[in-house]
């Protein structure tokens, strides 16, 4: 099997596309580990005879001159922003590679990512945290990327700052993390919340955030709150909204760091990630 | 010169400050004006004009624009106290301020105090009337 019979330009039958480049002599050379990958597992395929098609690869072959910005682009159209994805801590190791390794410069990176300037910040800072903090803590072998998204959560103002305030550090944030006291990860951010309360403190140290959650939350929900839908939550916070005393919408705007204004902030939080859930679907 | 148009011209400025002392290559630079795709981070409750920050992380970066109207706001002030609380938090923290030039004295009064309850250590401030070419200072290497 030689590289060229893998070949077939403007086959798409799989759906499936690689970026490769024919070099001088003719060949197709494939130019990263990705690519690579793919043809491994054809040829595995293909030796084991298992079911389809696996002599050819649909691909688009870019005739030479073809530069690694180029490629690089293509990439990150594809695999960023793209509707094949990779998965959160490979993205962030690819951006953490062009910007800090290959120096691609803050402005380029984000126009290739459709423009996604606080993601491509928090996605980099947040593979830079890992790398740094958890890293070193978790036995070889044991390095969850899986975990990744709780770092991206420590990204968001306010938690790193509490975690410090509170004197705790990094290395205790990834503790957290491993233990899974931190789960799921999107607890991350109540961490200010609780490094605030003596008492969530005491019980997010030995039980978890989930158990600290409920020491912040109010207490004496109704049953029919706690039955209410989604749709009729969102009525509901309208209307008291609308209906709030002005002295007390006063109280709240002048105390944005209390916990009622912090509750909210964590509602609208939620709310602009599940809008954005139902554009992006 | 109205309220708004005047608001929208200094935050204006200060986006002009902001991206000749840190350079989009290095630097993500958000604006809270209309039509901008990505928004700044709200910040211990408040939304600032303009966030800029690298990555990794060497640097934030926060703009208000204040009108005189504005400036002298309760609101204005918690504001203002968010924003540098959590510059004094960063290892290296810039805060621009932009107002009119007749606000500007009391725009160095209301920060000076703010900072004197916080002793930060890493934050910079510059007070800009808008046309002002004063630097911010960048980045420490």
């Not at chain 1, 870019?62 to 695999?79: F, K, N, P, T, W």
């Not at chain 1, 700052?161 to 991350?188: G, M, R, Y």
């Not at chain 1, 004496?220 to 209410?228: F, P």
């Amino acid at each position: 099997m030689t590289w060229d019979l893998l070949i077939d330009c403007g086959k798409t039958t799989i759906g499936m596309s690689v970026i490769t480049e024919r070099t001088h002599n003719a060949s197709t050379s494939w130019r990263r580990d990705w690519e690579a990958t793919r043809l491994f597992l054809y040829k595995t395929f293909l030796d084991e005879k298992r079911a389809g098609n696996w002599s050819t690869i649909p691909a688009l072959v870019y005739e030479h001159g073809m530069s690694d910005l180029q490629m690089d682009a293509i990439r990150l159209q594809v695999h960023l922003v793209g509707t094949r994805a990779w998965d959160p801590y490979s993205k962030a190791k690819y951006l953490h590679s062009l910007h800090i390794e290959k120096q691609m410069p803050m402005s380029t990176l984000t126009e290739y990512c459709g423009g996604r300037q606080k993601e491509v910040t928090e996605f980099i800072n947040a593979f830079t945290d890992m790398e740094k903090y958890y890293r070193p803590i978790v036995p070889e072998g044991a390095f969850d990327t899986s975990r990744f998204s709780g770092f991206v959560e420590l990204q968001k103002p306010g938690v790193k700052e509490a975690i410090l305030e509170s004197k705790h550090d990094l290395t205790e944030f990834s503790t957290w993390i491993h233990e899974q006291k931190l789960f799921p990860l999107n607890t991350v951010r109540l961490l200010p919340r609780i490094l605030r309360n003596a008492k969530a403190t005491e019980i997010f140290l030995k039980h978890g955030a989930r158990k600290a959650a409920e020491v912040l939350e109010r207490p004496g929900v109704s049953k029919a709150l706690s039955e209410a839908n989604i749709g009729q939550l969102a009525a509901a916070l309208s209307q008291a909204i609308y209906d709030l005393p002005w002295h007390e919408a006063r109280k709240i705007k002048k105390d944005p760091g209390g916990e009622v204004a912090q509750s909210l902030h964590e509602v609208l939080d939620a709310l602009e990630d599940l809008l954005q859930i139902g554009e992006a679907g | 010169m109205s309220d708004s148009a005047q608001h929208l011209a200094l935050v204006n400025s200060i986006l002009a400050l902001v991206k000749k002392d840190f350079p989009l290559t290095k630097f993500v630079v958000l604006s809270d004006l209309p039509g901008s795709f990505d928004k700044p981070p709200r910040i211990n409750g408040f939304v600032p004009d303009v966030f800029a920050e690298d990555a990794p992380r060497t640097a934030v970066v926060i703009g208000e624009a204040k009108t005189v109207q504005d400036l002298q706001t309760n609101h204005s002030r918690l504001q203002i106290a968010a924003f540098l609380r959590f510059l004094a938090a960063q290892q290296n923290g810039v805060f621009v301020l932009a107002v009119p030039w007749p606000a500007i004295a009391t725009a160095q009064v209301i920060v000076d105090l703010e900072l004197r309850e916080l002793e930060p250590q890493h934050v910079k401030v510059v007070i800009s009337d808008g046309y002002e070419t004063r630097a911010a200072a960048g980045p420490s290497e």
